[in-house]
């Protein structure tokens, strides 16, 4: 994609982020810095809720293992049904069909020992919302660099609800990307460690 392609998806992200801090009249250079910013910490997070990245019990590793197994074997026995004008049409366009034969048997070895050796991993508790969390983060240090302030909020003593420009800020980010996630719950467990780089020392 080049830099000039209409993307909907940052636009929304920008435009909920001018909205949001629209009393701090951000600079489109901000705005589009903490776009980026927050874009890639989403896109970090989704990596890290894939399921290849989450544990698992043995009964479902072996039970994968055996799919993947199979999943090659029918690779192979379809590569080795392709007739002759296939055959030469995938050569022409890099793809050896002998060498996917090969690379599916030894696949099918690995996968007979790896079932021997897997060991299963227990979930504990509900997977964590990685992306909620990422996210929470990179707009809070953009909401500081963007406003000269810092993440704060009031908690409701009756509701426990949090309030304030801070969790609106998040709110509308998390609008914006299609997050299903407290927003309460997000800013309550985000902490600044360390002082900003982006709050002037005084």
Known sequence: MT?????PWMDRLKGAIRDALSDSSPTEID???????????????????????????????????????????????????????????????????????????EAQEIARAAFGAVQGEVARGRPPKVVARDVTCSAGW??????????????DPLTSEVTGAWPSFLAAVFEALYIEASVTAQVQRFRVRTRSPFIART
């Open 3 to 7: 830099d000039d392609w209409p993307d």
């Open 142 to 155: 953009a909401y500081e660099r963007l406003t000269g302030k810092r993440p704060t909020f009031s908690t």
């Open 31 to 105: 705005v589009d810095w903490a776009a980026r910013s927050i874009d890639r910490a989403r896109n970090f997070g989704l990596l890290e809720e894939k399921p290849n990245s989450l544990p698992a019990g043995q009964n479902a590793s072996e039970a994968e293992l055996r799919q993947f197994h199979d999943a090659c074997a029918r690779v192979a026995e379809i590569a080795e049904g392709l007739h002759r004008p296939a055959v030469a049409a995938l050569f022409d366009e890099g793809l050896n069909v002998r060498d996917i034969v090969q690379k599916m048997g």
